[in-house]
């Protein structure tokens, strides 16, 4: 009884933040916004018998329930709404990580009053069966094509990498999306993993720029791996020197945790984490196409969303525990100038 009031008493608190005053900004034509966001087990309360969801019911480990689910849509919905106030529209490019199927993830978007979005879900082989999802304002960009890759883990499974070719005022632009295998067990178990996803992502960037070394390229997820790591840095090719990419940029990425003071985007093991990455090519900055805006790069929280002392991501779990809130991590919003 004590557990339904409190899951009563924050599915009310919800719904009259929602009517919160928040000062909203003037939406921008020229602009195009994208938001990646790791939801943490978005699930229906169903057991799959195809894939490893058996906790995510009302009888498994999680006790997942309908009324769950429901605060689950309330609290990632709101969330987007306050950018979409704040910002002036909703994302232009909306995609999210951990999502079980095209049912929840439409379901969730239809908590988004007046949003204009098209999905293009792709459905990966993911044991636990959870995939990216993404959704596209039709009215301000045009999703030419999409084709998804498989990493080789040796008979393993994991989510794709997925490449989407849009087009935004006849400017054409590709956005790479990626879940890399997470850090389960021990790093260094785990890490030849992360470094074949990386091999994976870099060979579409290769082929990409081998038709056009100005392409305009945004690789964006959760990479389970930071700036600093080999798969990023040495395999991927992303630096955090800007000074040094924009004199020689080659065929580098510039990671856009360079412009932002922040501690990270995820907090696990008493520590930050910048698993959470937008990273870009040269293309944007040669005046042509897309080019970065300033302050194009943010890791976006509002009060609720954190907790504790480190003020970190308030999520819906802590193993078993249910904790009633957000997610595991914070989202990631970029934003670039169209020409």
Not at 46 to 62: A, Y
Not at 319 to 338: Q, V
Request: glycine share 6%; aromatic share 10%; with cysteine.
């Amino acid at each position: 009884m004590k557990k339904r009031t409190a899951l009563i008493t924050m599915v009310s608190w919800v719904l009259l933040s929602l009517i919160s005053p928040v000062i909203a900004a003037d939406a921008d034509d020229n602009r195009l916004s994208m938001m990646w966001w790791n939801v943490e087990n978005l699930f229906d309360t169903h057991n799959d018998p195809l894939t490893e969801d058996s906790e995510f019911t009302p009888e498994g480990r999680k006790r997942w329930t309908e009324k769950k689910l429901l605060l689950k849509y309330i609290r990632l919905s709101h969330i987007i709404k306050v950018v979409q106030l704040q910002k002036g529209s909703y994302p232009d490019v909306l995609v999210l990580g951990e999502v079980e199927n095209p049912r929840v993830f439409n379901r969730l978007l239809s908590f988004l009053p007046e949003s204009r979005y098209k999905t293009a879900y792709h459905d990966s082989d993911d044991p636990r069966g959870i995939d990216i999802a993404l959704a596209y304002d039709s009215t301000s960009v045009v999703l030419d094509s999409s084709f998804s890759r498989k990493i080789d883990l040796k008979g393993k499974n994991t989510r794709d990498i997925t490449l989407y070719s849009f087009s935004v005022n006849s400017n054409p632009f590709f956005l790479l999306v990626n879940h890399w295998p997470s850090r389960v067990l021990d790093t260094a178990w785990s890490e030849p993993q992360r470094l074949l996803a990386a091999k994976t992502a870099r060979s579409i960037i290769d082929s990409l720029m081998s038709t056009s070394i100005h392409a305009d390229i945004v690789v964006m997820g959760d990479f389970n791996d930071e700036p600093h790591d080999r798969s990023i840095r040495e395999i991927l090719g992303a630096t955090t020197d800007k000074k040094a990419f924009m004199e020689n940029p080659g065929k580098k990425l510039l990671n856009c945790w360079v412009e932002l003071d922040e501690k990270g985007s995820c907090y696990f093991g008493g520590r930050w984490l910048k698993f959470d990455q937008v990273m870009v090519s040269s293309g944007l900055f040669d005046e042509k196409g897309l080019s970065l805006s300033e302050n194009a790069f943010s890791c976006f929280h509002i009060q609720h969303m954190q907790t504790g002392r480190s003020a970190r991501p308030n999520a819906t779990y802590k193993g078993p525990k249910y904790l009633g809130g957000y997610s595991d991590h914070f989202p990631i919003l970029f934003e670039a100038i169209t020409r």
